[in-house]
Protein backbone atom coordinates (compact mmCIF):
# COMPACT_ATOMS: atom_id res chain seq x y z
CA UNK A 1 0.00 0.00 0.00
CA UNK A 2 1.48 3.60 -0.85
CA UNK A 3 1.70 6.58 1.36
CA UNK A 4 1.86 9.85 0.57
CA UNK A 5 5.23 11.43 0.73
CA UNK A 6 6.62 14.41 1.60
CA UNK A 7 9.16 16.84 0.15
CA UNK A 8 12.04 15.19 2.36
CA UNK A 9 10.78 11.64 1.25
CA UNK A 10 10.72 12.28 -2.39
CA UNK A 11 14.01 13.33 -2.03
CA UNK A 12 14.96 9.67 -0.25
CA UNK A 13 13.65 8.22 -3.56
CA UNK A 14 15.11 9.94 -5.56
CA UNK A 15 18.64 8.98 -3.98
CA UNK A 16 17.65 5.46 -4.26
CA UNK A 17 17.17 6.13 -7.95
CA UNK A 18 20.42 7.47 -8.51
CA UNK A 19 22.45 4.79 -6.38
CA UNK A 20 20.72 2.03 -8.43
CA UNK A 21 21.12 3.57 -11.76
CA UNK A 22 24.87 4.23 -10.74
CA UNK A 23 25.38 0.71 -9.24
CA UNK A 24 23.96 -0.55 -12.49
CA UNK A 25 26.95 -2.97 -13.68
CA UNK A 26 28.68 -2.34 -16.99
CA UNK A 27 26.77 0.83 -17.10
CA UNK A 28 28.57 4.58 -16.96
CA UNK A 29 26.96 7.76 -17.34
CA UNK A 30 24.50 7.62 -20.35
CA UNK A 31 23.95 4.12 -19.30
CA UNK A 32 26.55 2.80 -21.77
CA UNK A 33 29.70 0.98 -20.44
CA UNK A 34 32.53 3.48 -19.19
CA UNK A 35 35.59 3.99 -21.08
CA UNK A 36 38.53 2.76 -20.29
CA UNK A 37 39.99 4.42 -16.97
CA UNK A 38 36.97 6.13 -16.60
CA UNK A 39 35.31 5.85 -12.47
CA UNK A 40 32.18 5.01 -12.88
CA UNK A 41 29.71 6.66 -10.62
CA UNK A 42 28.63 4.87 -7.50
CA UNK A 43 27.50 6.11 -3.78
CA UNK A 44 29.15 9.15 -3.40
CA UNK A 45 26.71 11.17 -5.11
CA UNK A 46 23.69 9.71 -3.26
CA UNK A 47 25.43 10.03 0.29
CA UNK A 48 25.94 14.01 -0.82
CA UNK A 49 22.28 14.47 -1.27
CA UNK A 50 21.45 12.05 1.98
CA UNK A 51 23.83 14.68 3.94
CA UNK A 52 22.03 17.40 2.06
CA UNK A 53 18.22 16.00 3.52
CA UNK A 54 19.54 15.38 6.90
CA UNK A 55 20.80 19.15 7.11
CA UNK A 56 16.97 20.20 5.74
CA UNK A 57 15.92 18.07 8.32
CA UNK A 58 17.61 19.45 10.83
CA UNK A 59 17.11 23.17 10.61
CA UNK A 60 13.33 23.04 10.26
CA UNK A 61 13.70 20.97 13.70
CA UNK A 62 15.99 24.00 14.47
CA UNK A 63 13.07 26.39 13.53
CA UNK A 64 10.40 24.37 14.95
CA UNK A 65 12.22 24.31 18.39
CA UNK A 66 12.91 28.55 18.00
CA UNK A 67 8.79 28.82 17.03
CA UNK A 68 8.31 27.07 20.38
CA UNK A 69 10.84 29.32 22.43
CA UNK A 70 9.44 32.05 21.17
CA UNK A 71 5.56 31.55 21.74
CA UNK A 72 4.52 31.17 17.79
CA UNK A 73 1.64 29.69 16.98
CA UNK A 74 2.91 27.65 14.26
CA UNK A 75 6.61 27.62 12.59
CA UNK A 76 6.93 30.08 10.19
CA UNK A 77 7.03 29.30 6.46
CA UNK A 78 10.53 29.24 4.54
CA UNK A 79 10.99 31.92 1.99
CA UNK A 80 11.24 30.58 -1.37
CA UNK A 81 14.87 31.41 -3.18
CA UNK A 82 15.13 34.95 -5.06
CA UNK A 83 14.49 34.74 -8.82
CA UNK A 84 17.44 35.01 -10.88
CA UNK A 85 15.81 37.57 -13.12
CA UNK A 86 14.70 40.31 -10.61
CA UNK A 87 11.16 41.87 -11.09
CA UNK A 88 11.10 45.28 -13.18
CA UNK A 89 9.98 47.56 -10.34
CA UNK A 90 8.25 51.08 -11.67
CA UNK A 91 6.58 53.67 -9.56
CA UNK A 92 3.40 52.36 -7.54
CA UNK A 93 0.18 54.60 -10.00
CA UNK A 94 -0.67 57.80 -7.76
CA UNK A 95 2.71 58.06 -6.75
CA UNK A 96 4.57 59.61 -9.14
CA UNK A 97 5.91 63.32 -9.05
CA UNK A 98 5.75 65.32 -12.11
CA UNK A 99 8.42 64.58 -14.33
CA UNK A 100 8.84 61.06 -12.32
CA UNK A 101 10.36 59.25 -15.84
CA UNK A 102 12.00 61.81 -18.03
CA UNK A 103 13.90 62.75 -14.78
CA UNK A 104 14.85 59.18 -13.59
CA UNK A 105 13.51 59.47 -9.99
CA UNK A 106 13.41 56.46 -8.29
CA UNK A 107 10.44 54.64 -8.03
CA UNK A 108 8.14 54.70 -5.09
CA UNK A 109 6.34 51.48 -4.58
CA UNK A 110 4.22 49.45 -2.22
CA UNK A 111 4.08 45.88 -3.29
CA UNK A 112 6.83 44.21 -5.36
CA UNK A 113 5.53 42.67 -8.17
CA UNK A 114 5.73 38.71 -7.60
CA UNK A 115 3.14 35.79 -7.78
CA UNK A 116 5.22 33.78 -4.93
CA UNK A 117 2.96 33.82 -1.46
CA UNK A 118 6.11 35.97 0.74
CA UNK A 119 5.86 39.42 2.06
CA UNK A 120 8.45 41.59 3.40
CA UNK A 121 9.05 43.28 6.88
CA UNK A 122 10.65 46.33 6.93
CA UNK A 123 11.87 48.19 10.42
CA UNK A 124 11.88 51.97 10.09
CA UNK A 125 14.20 54.66 12.82
CA UNK A 126 15.72 52.77 15.79
CA UNK A 127 14.55 54.16 18.68
CA UNK A 128 14.10 50.71 20.29
CA UNK A 129 17.53 48.01 20.71
CA UNK A 130 16.21 45.33 22.26
CA UNK A 131 18.83 42.34 22.42
CA UNK A 132 16.41 39.49 22.57
CA UNK A 133 14.70 40.64 19.59
CA UNK A 134 18.04 39.90 17.66
CA UNK A 135 18.35 36.84 19.18
CA UNK A 136 14.74 35.55 18.39
CA UNK A 137 14.69 36.60 14.61
CA UNK A 138 18.00 34.76 14.17
CA UNK A 139 16.69 32.14 15.85
CA UNK A 140 13.70 31.61 13.54
CA UNK A 141 15.44 32.83 10.46
CA UNK A 142 13.04 35.87 9.76
CA UNK A 143 14.77 38.07 7.03
CA UNK A 144 14.29 41.78 7.32
CA UNK A 145 15.63 45.23 6.57
CA UNK A 146 16.27 48.25 8.69
CA UNK A 147 15.39 52.14 8.17
CA UNK A 148 17.37 54.37 10.27
CA UNK A 149 17.27 57.68 11.33
CA UNK A 150 20.51 59.03 12.89
CA UNK A 151 19.11 60.77 15.64
CA UNK A 152 18.02 57.77 17.43
CA UNK A 153 20.78 55.56 16.29
CA UNK A 154 23.93 57.50 17.58
CA UNK A 155 23.46 56.50 21.81
CA UNK A 156 24.07 53.06 20.23
CA UNK A 157 25.73 52.46 16.77
CA UNK A 158 27.11 48.77 18.01
CA UNK A 159 23.91 47.19 18.12
CA UNK A 160 22.95 48.04 14.67
CA UNK A 161 25.86 46.73 13.80
CA UNK A 162 25.28 43.65 15.35
CA UNK A 163 22.26 43.66 13.48
CA UNK A 164 24.64 44.08 10.48
CA UNK A 165 26.43 40.93 11.20
CA UNK A 166 23.39 39.01 11.26
CA UNK A 167 22.44 39.98 7.41
CA UNK A 168 20.69 42.76 8.04
CA UNK A 169 20.50 45.61 5.69
CA UNK A 170 20.87 48.92 6.82
CA UNK A 171 19.07 51.42 4.89
CA UNK A 172 18.84 55.40 5.04
CA UNK A 173 15.15 57.00 7.09
CA UNK A 174 17.24 60.39 7.32
CA UNK A 175 19.16 62.08 9.99
CA UNK A 176 16.64 63.85 11.96
CA UNK A 177 13.50 62.06 10.47
CA UNK A 178 11.83 65.44 9.62
CA UNK A 179 8.68 66.08 7.43
CA UNK A 180 10.55 66.65 4.24
CA UNK A 181 8.38 68.18 1.89
CA UNK A 182 8.41 71.34 4.27
CA UNK A 183 12.17 71.30 3.79
CA UNK A 184 13.86 73.16 0.63
CA UNK A 185 15.84 71.20 -1.32
CA UNK A 186 19.12 71.41 0.12
CA UNK A 187 17.84 70.94 3.31
CA UNK A 188 16.14 68.05 2.31
CA UNK A 189 19.24 66.96 0.61
CA UNK A 190 21.68 67.65 3.67
CA UNK A 191 19.07 65.01 5.79
CA UNK A 192 19.46 62.51 3.04
CA UNK A 193 22.88 62.74 1.69
CA UNK A 194 24.24 63.04 5.55
CA UNK A 195 22.59 59.72 6.58
CA UNK A 196 24.17 58.21 3.82
CA UNK A 197 27.58 59.50 5.12
CA UNK A 198 26.76 58.24 8.72
CA UNK A 199 25.90 54.59 7.53
CA UNK A 200 28.91 54.24 5.09
CA UNK A 201 30.80 55.57 7.88
CA UNK A 202 30.00 53.45 10.80
CA UNK A 203 29.23 50.67 8.84
CA UNK A 204 31.16 50.06 5.63
CA UNK A 205 27.69 50.93 3.05
CA UNK A 206 26.16 53.20 1.48
CA UNK A 207 22.47 52.80 1.02
CA UNK A 208 20.82 52.70 -2.28
CA UNK A 209 17.20 52.32 -0.87
CA UNK A 210 15.40 54.91 1.54
CA UNK A 211 12.45 55.25 2.79
CA UNK A 212 11.10 59.32 3.67
CA UNK A 213 9.52 60.06 7.70
CA UNK A 214 5.91 59.42 7.40
CA UNK A 215 6.07 58.33 4.06
CA UNK A 216 5.52 62.07 2.74
CA UNK A 217 7.96 63.02 -0.38
CA UNK A 218 7.44 65.45 -3.06
CA UNK A 219 9.83 66.11 -6.06
CA UNK A 220 12.58 68.01 -4.48
CA UNK A 221 13.10 64.75 -1.84
CA UNK A 222 13.56 62.12 -5.00
CA UNK A 223 15.79 64.08 -6.59
CA UNK A 224 17.81 64.49 -3.34
CA UNK A 225 17.77 61.01 -3.13
CA UNK A 226 18.68 60.48 -6.68
CA UNK A 227 21.90 62.76 -6.31
CA UNK A 228 22.60 60.64 -2.90
CA UNK A 229 23.00 57.23 -4.72
CA UNK A 230 19.63 56.81 -3.67
CA UNK A 231 17.71 54.14 -6.47
CA UNK A 232 14.36 52.56 -4.46
CA UNK A 233 11.96 54.26 -2.17
CA UNK A 234 9.92 51.54 -0.82
CA UNK A 235 6.95 52.68 1.28
CA UNK A 236 4.49 49.72 2.67
CA UNK A 237 1.03 48.27 1.81
CA UNK A 238 0.64 47.39 5.51
CA UNK A 239 1.51 48.25 9.18
CA UNK A 240 1.81 46.14 11.82
CA UNK A 241 2.13 47.02 15.58
CA UNK A 242 2.18 45.24 18.58
CA UNK A 243 -1.71 44.93 19.39
CA UNK A 244 -3.11 45.20 15.58
CA UNK A 245 -2.79 45.57 12.01
CA UNK A 246 -3.04 48.57 9.88
CA UNK A 247 -4.12 48.53 5.71
CA UNK A 248 -3.59 50.62 3.04
CA UNK A 249 -5.93 48.57 0.71
CA UNK A 250 -9.46 48.74 1.21
CA UNK A 251 -9.94 44.77 1.26
CA UNK A 252 -7.54 44.66 4.48
CA UNK A 253 -6.02 41.97 2.81
CA UNK A 254 -2.10 40.58 2.42
CA UNK A 255 -1.02 40.40 -1.31
CA UNK A 256 1.54 38.37 -2.74
CA UNK A 257 4.86 41.17 -2.75
CA UNK A 258 3.38 43.43 0.04
CA UNK A 259 5.83 45.84 2.30
CA UNK A 260 5.19 45.19 5.51
CA UNK A 261 6.31 48.30 7.99
CA UNK A 262 6.92 48.54 11.77
CA UNK A 263 8.86 50.27 13.98
CA UNK A 264 12.07 49.66 16.15
CA UNK A 265 9.22 50.60 19.43
CA UNK A 266 8.80 48.72 22.86
CA UNK A 267 7.36 49.84 26.34
CA UNK A 268 7.88 53.14 26.17
CA UNK A 269 5.64 53.68 22.81
CA UNK A 270 3.99 50.12 23.14
CA UNK A 271 1.65 48.31 25.32
CA UNK A 272 4.38 45.32 24.86
CA UNK A 273 8.13 44.45 23.47
CA UNK A 274 9.18 44.26 19.96
CA UNK A 275 8.85 40.29 20.20
CA UNK A 276 5.62 41.05 20.95
CA UNK A 277 4.59 42.51 17.73
CA UNK A 278 6.73 40.17 15.85
CA UNK A 279 4.58 37.34 17.43
CA UNK A 280 1.41 39.16 16.23
CA UNK A 281 3.27 40.14 12.58
CA UNK A 282 4.39 35.98 12.25
CA UNK A 283 1.41 34.46 13.39
CA UNK A 284 -0.62 35.94 10.67
CA UNK A 285 1.27 35.80 8.03
CA UNK A 286 1.72 32.40 8.58
CA UNK A 287 -1.66 31.46 9.01
CA UNK A 288 -2.56 32.79 5.61
CA UNK A 289 0.08 30.52 3.79
CA UNK A 290 2.50 33.62 3.36
CA UNK A 291 6.83 33.25 3.70
CA UNK A 292 9.10 36.26 4.86
CA UNK A 293 11.37 37.29 1.96
CA UNK A 294 14.13 39.34 2.32
CA UNK A 295 13.62 42.59 0.09
CA UNK A 296 16.94 43.30 -1.33
CA UNK A 297 16.71 40.05 -2.89
CA UNK A 298 13.98 41.29 -4.84
CA UNK A 299 15.93 44.60 -6.26
Known amino acids: MWRRRGPLGRVRVALVV ?9 CGRGGTPPASGERPL ?13 KLRATQAARAAAAKRWGLKKVPLPAPPPPRKKPHIGTREGFEVKGHRSLGLPPVFTTVPTKKKIVFLTIDDGAEKDPKFLRMMSELRIPYSAFLSDYVIEDDYAYFERMQDRGVTLNNHTLHHRYLPALSYARQKREICGMQEVIEKRYGTR ?55 THFRGTDHWDGTMRDMVRRFLDKVTAEGYAVARLEDYL
Request: aromatic share 12%; charged share 25%; glycine share 6%.
Open 207 to 261: PVLFRPPFGNYNKDTLRAAKSCGIKYVPLWNEEVFVDRWEYREWDRELRPGDIVL
Open 18 to 26: LALAALAPG
Open 42 to 54: NAPPARALDSYAT
